[in-house]
């Protein structure tokens, strides 16, 4: 018993410690919860005691159950705060590791996802960050009380889609996440989505909408006392700027500039010198724009952000002719925008992988647009065919970054944004090919420019049918489903049960479709080279193409500054330029005397009509020396009938075009070119031919009655042998959506109307009308030729870089091939006899483009004087292949969609706000 007592001592402190761990343990998560509600922490401190609590967590040997998941997510949370993000990431995948097998830790996972997404983010992941964010939406569409999160998701994918240049997705999340920061009263995170909303309305250039939403959003910030105004007073300032209110952009920007001052954040305030400084540069003030750059680059350490200023400094240096000091200061600028991009050489320019995982791609494309813009001055002011090429170079890099970029956006709205804005980069590439005398290149560029959105629209048509008959069955399925719940949600109120039931279907359905996606990427690799095809023709194959077709070729770019007209026979091509004032002023009066039938019946306006048609000749066509025959015309935007212009001639025998050409009309060499697959093969059962006359139409339908257009139906239908008519009452809407389907021959005489931007095109029937959107992908997947007419002019608008939104265009987008349209109103006279005239050379084994020629020369043998007029024959075109139409047997034809309308036909080409005739 000698050392009874050390060992009393003992027992005594070993009972001790266990009593006081065993209050530690017992207390533990009353300290965990007590931790949340300890707000006033600075986050070194948070994370010192979360990391101690989950210290005592495990020696007590707790499980690891949501209290646990929920320390983890605190814990990864203040990681982020004092950004040691490696550490966050850590923390952040261990909590959701564990809250993913507890289902009582499900509503944590809003937060710990929305912490995941924001370290991709920072990391340049932009589709994982895109991923963590989508879930931790269905996290918060499923637990209310994570809400809150929901709402910070919605504004971090807003910032995503604005990063990556899709616009229209930024304004629908921060409209989504609006609806949710109501329904909780959240204002500050109201402030915050109609800021993102603002921003995206800015960046599509509704600059009205953008400045109410910028000023709501201030107004919410004051209100919630927000200490970072100054952000809000910069966006308001961007906005005022592009309005031209320049005296109201400069006190925003000092506004923004005194209370990011206060709040000592040198990154915005860098930012207001750097717009302050582009207003300075619009002003040509270039030498106070330098000194604000100059401030702002001192203040930056933001690699994306300094970019920019070295861009900002480049373009001032750049406007002054100091050509050297620009170009190395966007070589910095790439340096500091691309991590691992270190070329230092301005004649270097990125790799394409570098390019293609870059994240902020709009500020690259700005910066690679004005370098190749000052090597092409630089060129121009000293001579120099190296510079040139060097601007050709980096023009090329461009365009690939274009090709990624068009990849990455969904709305339309936003490709037609970029397709605005890529406009001018085309434009001086096309100059720098001419100064090089490199036709070849310029075709490439005009073909890149053109018709973008239609080409994607039929890669994405071929792609389809690469998938098998259960694949495609399993894309339409989850498509519809998309379509279905995207439009039950729409007519739902935010908040309630059944709006958060359709939420998170469809948030489910969108995950399904992407992974339905991504399986397709392995096991058809086929649909992926059709689905994003990014090649273009090549001048070699055009003039393959055209020397076996015996054809020549005529592209036109019409830019702000110059118009370019590019010919190409098969044994050679040339690009000219010429003035684009002088241009467009006599097409508009050319256009206007087109039109009225009044003044070509006025001899003196028929002569000045004649003397512009030989204008325009001598402008787009005479300097190329093509030798008459098949001419295929690449219009830029709207069309104006080549057969009406003239080589000269009196006002009794004007000597017009269609006499030596039969002209084609094309949205690009590439559809053109592009291989179409073939239709699948099954068994013909009649039906070869369908025409469908309803003559008259339902009263509430208000169309004229266009008498003797069953008559000429029943001729041009006697050149086939098998066929179906159906005229007056059986010419519905249905019938033809049952019978179309099945046929390759379609022919409708009716009325189609398509008169304005607002209204969707629509075909009318005997008891009511079908809407272009209703011929849905895969309506007519054998139709080949299509015959457009309408009782209208004015189709659709005319978006620069794609073409006029039309009837015609719609049937373009659906594959159809060709289609024969009209540019303005057309005799009932000359409609039915033309038609007659057309499928009689078409029956006769004809190409497209010259049955139509010679139906319009034997018109203009027999017609009276007035007939001969030019509005009463030219207005009928062809646009797209020109082959003949196929007749191994009297029941195989390809041919298609015959529109004719009595008493007018409308144009799907012809630009807004022109007037019928009669």
């Given at each position: 018993?000698?050392?009874?007592?050390?060992?009393?001592?003992?027992?005594?402190?070993?009972?001790?410690?266990?009593?006081?761990?065993?209050?530690?343990?017992?207390?533990?998560?009353?300290?965990?919860?007590?931790?949340?509600?300890?707000?006033?922490?600075?986050?070194?401190?948070?994370?010192?005691?979360?990391?101690?609590?989950?210290?005592?967590?495990?020696?007590?040997?707790?499980?690891?159950?949501?209290?646990?998941?929920?320390?983890?997510?605190?814990?990864?949370?203040?990681?982020?705060?004092?950004?040691?993000?490696?550490?966050?990431?850590?923390?952040?995948?261990?909590?959701?590791?564990?809250?993913?097998?507890?289902?009582?830790?499900?509503?944590?996972?809003?937060q710990a996802f929305c912490l995941s997404g924001y370290l991709y983010s920072v990391e340049g992941k932009v589709d994982w960050a895109k991923k963590a964010f989508g879930q931790a939406l269905k996290k918060a569409m499923k637990w209310p009380q994570s809400r809150s999160w929901g709402i910070q998701a919605r504004v971090n994918l807003a910032y995503l889609s604005s990063s990556e240049g899709d616009y229209e997705q930024t304004i629908?999340?921060?409209?989504?996440?609006?609806?949710?920061?109501?329904?909780?009263?959240?204002?500050?995170?109201?402030?915050?989505?109609?800021?993102?909303?603002?921003?995206?309305?800015?960046?599509?250039?509704?600059?009205?909408?953008a400045t109410t939403y910028a000023q709501q959003a201030i107004q919410l910030a004051h209100t919630v006392g927000q200490t970072n105004l100054g952000a809000y007073y910069l966006l308001l300032g961007d906005i005022e700027s592009k309005r031209g209110s320049f005296a109201l952009a400069v006190e925003s920007y000092k506004r923004a500039a005194s209370m990011i001052l206060k709040a000592n954040d040198e990154e915005l305030q860098a930012t207001v010198q750097i717009n302050l400084g582009f207003l300075y540069y619009q002003q040509k003030l270039y030498g106070l724009a330098i000194q604000c750059n100059e401030r702002a680059l001192a203040l930056q350490k933001n690699r994306l952000i300094r970019a920019r200023i070295l861009d900002n400094l480049a373009a001032c240096y750049w406007k002054t002719g100091q050509f050297d000091k620009a170009l190395t200061l966007y070589q910095q600028g790439l340096n500091s925008l691309l991590s691992d991009f270190t070329q230092t050489d301005p004649t270097e320019n990125p790799p394409a992988e570098t390019v293609r995982l870059a994240l902020r791609k709009e500020a690259l494309l700005t910066l690679m647009q004005d370098k190749a813009d000052t090597w092409l001055d630089y060129g121009i002011a000293t001579n120099s065919r190296q510079r040139l090429i060097h601007a050709l170079n980096t023009y090329q890099k461009v365009d690939q970054m274009i090709d990624?970029?068009?990849?990455?956006?969904?709305?339309?709205?936003?490709?037609?944004?970029?397709?605005?804005?890529?406009?001018?980069?085309?434009?001086?590439?096309?100059?720098?090919?001419?100064r090089l005398g490199n036709a070849e290149q310029a075709f490439r560029f005009i073909e890149k420019s053109r018709a973008v959105m239609l080409v994607d629209k039929l890669n994405e048509l071929g792609a389809r049918q690469q998938l098998s008959p259960q694949q495609a069955q399993q894309e339409e399925s989850l498509r519809t489903t998309k379509a279905s719940l995207q439009k039950?949600?729409?007519?739902?109120?935010?908040?309630?049960?059944?709006?958060?039931?359709?939420?998170?279907?469809?948030?489910?359905?969108?995950?399904?479709?992407?992974?339905?996606?991504?399986?397709?990427?392995?096991?058809?690799?086929?649909?992926?080279?059709?689905?994003?095809?990014?090649?273009?023709?090549?001048?070699?194959?055009?003039?393959?193409?055209?020397?076996?077709?015996?054809?020549?070729?005529?592209?036109?770019?019409?830019?702000?500054?110059?118009?370019y007209v590019l010919g190409v026979t098969a044994d050679g091509a040339s690009l000219t330029q010429k003035p684009i004032t002088a241009h467009s002023r006599e097409v508009r009066e050319f256009k206007r005397l087109l039109a009225s039938t009044e003044a070509l019946n006025r001899r003196s306006e028929l002569g000045r009509f004649l003397t512009l048609g030989y204008r325009l000749y001598q402008q787009v066509l005479a300097p190329l020396t093509l030798p008459n025959g098949r001419v295929i015309v690449s219009s830029d935007g709207e069309v104006i009938p080549f057969d009406v212009l003239n080589r000269g001639g009196s006002l009794a025998e004007p000597r017009y075009l269609v006499n030596d050409y039969a002209f084609s009309y094309i949205y690009s060499a590439r559809l053109l070119l592009k291989e179409r697959l073939d239709s699948p093969v099954f068994g013909w059962s009649g039906n070869n031919f369908l025409g469908m006359a309803p003559v008259r139409f339902a009263p509430a339908l208000h169309q004229a009655t266009l008498?003797?257009?069953?008559?000429?139906?029943?001729?041009?239908?006697?050149?086939?042998?098998?066929?179906?008519?159906?005229?007056?009452?059986?010419?519905?809407?249905?019938?033809?959506?049952t019978q179309a389907p099945a046929c390759r021959i379609l022919q409708l005489f009716t009325h189609a109307d398509a008169d304005s931007a607002d209204r969707e095109p629509v075909i009318y029937f005997a008891d009511s009308t079908l809407r272009l959107s209703e011929l849905g992908?895969?309506?007519?997947?054998?139709?080949?030729?299509?015959?457009?007419?309408?009782?209208?002019?004015?189709?659709?608008?005319?978006?620069?870089?794609?073409?006029?939104?039309?009837?015609?265009?719609?049937?373009?987008?659906?594959?159809?091939?060709?289609?024969?349209?009209?540019?303005?109103?057309?005799?009932?006279?000359?409609?039915?006899?033309?038609?007659?005239?057309?499928?009689?050379?078409?029956?006769?084994?004809?190409?497209?483009?010259?049955?139509?020629?010679?139906?319009?020369?034997?018109?203009?043998?027999?017609?009276?004087?007035?007939?001969?007029?030019?509005?009463?024959?030219?207005?009928?075109?062809l646009i797209g292949d020109t082959r003949p139409l196929e007749r191994a047997s009297p029941w195989r034809w390809a041919a298609g969609l015959i529109l004719v309308a009595g008493g007018s036909w409308v144009s799907s080409l012809w630009a807004r706000g022109r007037r019928p005739l009669g």
């Open positions: 018993m000698r050392y009874g007592w050390l060992i009393g001592v003992i027992l005594t402190s070993w009972l001790a410690a266990g009593r006081d761990s065993y209050a530690q343990c017992v207390r533990i998560r009353e300290d965990v919860l007590a931790l949340g509600h300890q707000t006033t922490l600075k986050p070194e401190a948070a994370l010192k005691k979360a990391s101690d609590l989950q210290k005592r967590w495990l020696a007590c040997g707790y499980p690891t159950d949501s209290a646990y998941v929920w320390l983890l997510v605190f814990r990864g949370n203040q990681f982020v705060l004092i950004e040691q993000n490696d550490s966050a990431r850590t923390t952040i995948n261990r909590a959701l590791h564990l809250g993913q097998r507890n289902p009582k830790a499900d509503p944590l996972l809003a629908v999340h921060a409209e989504e996440g609006q609806q949710w920061a109501l329904l909780i009263r959240d204002n500050a995170s109201r402030a915050l989505l109609l800021r993102e909303k603002a921003y995206g309305l800015y960046w599509l250039r509704r600059y009205d909408e990624y970029m068009r990849w990455e956006h969904t709305g339309q709205q936003s490709k037609l944004y970029w397709r605005k804005k890529t406009r001018g980069i085309y434009e001086r590439a096309i100059e720098t090919c001419w039950r949600l729409s007519n739902q109120q935010a908040g309630t049960m059944t709006y958060d039931s359709l939420q998170t279907a469809l948030t489910n359905a969108q995950e399904q479709f992407d992974n339905f996606l991504k399986r397709l990427e392995q096991t058809s690799p086929s649909y992926f080279r059709y689905r994003y095809d990014t090649t273009t023709t090549s001048l070699d194959d055009l003039q393959r193409y055209l020397k076996a077709e015996k054809a020549s070729f005529v592209s036109y770019f019409e830019g702000d500054n110059a118009f008498l003797g257009s069953d008559e000429a139906l029943r001729s041009i239908a006697r050149q086939f042998g098998a066929s179906t008519l159906l005229t007056h009452q059986e010419a519905t809407r249905g019938a033809f959506l992908d895969g309506t007519l997947p054998h139709t080949q030729l299509a015959v457009l007419t309408a009782c209208k002019t004015g189709v659709g608008v005319n978006q620069r870089g794609e073409g006029v939104f039309s009837l015609a265009r719609g049937l373009a987008s659906l594959g159809v091939p060709s289609v024969v349209t009209t540019l303005w109103g057309v005799d009932s006279k000359a409609t039915y006899e033309l038609s007659r005239l057309l499928f009689k050379y078409l029956g006769e084994g004809l190409p497209k483009d010259v049955a139509l020629q010679k139906a319009k020369q034997d018109w203009l043998r027999t017609a009276s004087r007035f007939e001969q007029l030019p509005n009463q024959w030219a207005g009928l075109i």
